[in-house]
């Protein structure tokens, strides 16, 4: 196909104020819209790059990772999709980090310059026996289970309590066997440890936030335009990339138009435990997957009927977008990051601190 054949896609309707992208719908007056793909998918990759470096355990960089989740949270809210973001993915995204933050503290150990806190967590036995401590998570989890038929918060809160009695001398225990087996383990968290961990966790949020920019600001159209318009790209390769991404598309509108079906039946109208909940959502894949059958047989019999061939070319392609100046200048920044963080070592806390000791001598 050659160049002449490449239009730009035409104006949208200025009635229209949504386009569904991957998975959600993004604002069509956002800036993010007019944007290249390719331009998005550059980005992404230069800063997940970039933050690689950043939460190195050699050299940490806090603050440049903090600016990036600071330019994260900008580019998803001019999107108009920060707040569904946060309704429905950061409410499970938090509680993941802070567990990855618990664990790299655990078992990454650094004295630092200042032990924070100290305490033998093994000490090379295993013992098998009962204490108060262990009675009274028992004793919540199963309660709390009972009365509501939940399992969160009552696992949780056991464990706080079960962390607060055994605090307390009132942890008796009651050793029945005693089996050694590996070498003593002592939890230290230092400043270094917290630094370290802090900063690994804010790396991680600034590259699921970019990676929810990726797929929350575009379409599967404008990533097939861009198959369209690397030349040498087969058409066969285009046309599938076509199929499976708006397949997935599809297929998250048939879920939620079943599982809003499942609703209205009255599935969700009781409490249920996590077992009954996924069970629910089991019933949901058979009729997802016939869906999804029955809709392959319509797409190959309808290109079979337009006369669609592995060999045939396409004459024209009306959503191929070219590259605006905004699109280069974007991914000469995101070229000059990754070559001043990875070649020459840029630490913008470093750099930082630098100046504010500069200005405080």
Known sequence: ????????????????????????????????????????????????VVLIGMIST??????????LVILGFILLWLAGVLRWLF???????????FSFFLSWMVFNPNPGTRILFSRQTYSGVINIGVSVSMIVFAGIVIGYYLYTRH??????????????VSLTPLNLSW??????????????ISDRTVYVAATKVTGYLAMLLMTFLLVLSTRDIEVVGALRKIRRMPYVICLFSSLMLRSLNIAMLDFSTIRQAQVARGVNVRKKNILA?????????????????????????????????????PSIYHEVKPFRAVDWLLMLGTLILVVAVLVFGLNITEVGLSLVSGLGS
């Open 175 to 188: 050793t029945l066997v005693s089996i050694p087996f590996g070498q003593p383990l002592t939890l230290i």
């Open 277 to 313: 909940k996924l069970r629910d959502y089991a019933y949901v894949t058979v009729p997802l997957i016939a869906n999804m059958m029955r809709r392959s047989t319509e797409i190959a019999d309808a290109l079979m009927a337009r006369g669609y061939e592995m060999r045939s070319q």
């Open 58 to 67: 050699a050299r940490p960089d806090p603050v440049g990772c903090i600016l």
């Open 1 to 48: 196909m050659s160049e002449a054949t490449l239009v730009e896609a035409t104006t949208p309707d200025t009635e229209r104020k949504w386009v569904r992208t991957f998975l959600f719908s993004m604002r069509i007056d956002s800036p993010l819209a007019g944007l290249h793909a390719v331009t998005k998918f550059v980005l992404v990759m230069g800063v997940s």
């Open 87 to 97: 309704r429905s993915y950061l409410v499970v995204i938090f509680p993941m980090l």
């Open 151 to 164: 399992l969160y918060w009552g696992i949780l809160g056991g464990a706080v309590a079960a962390i607060i």
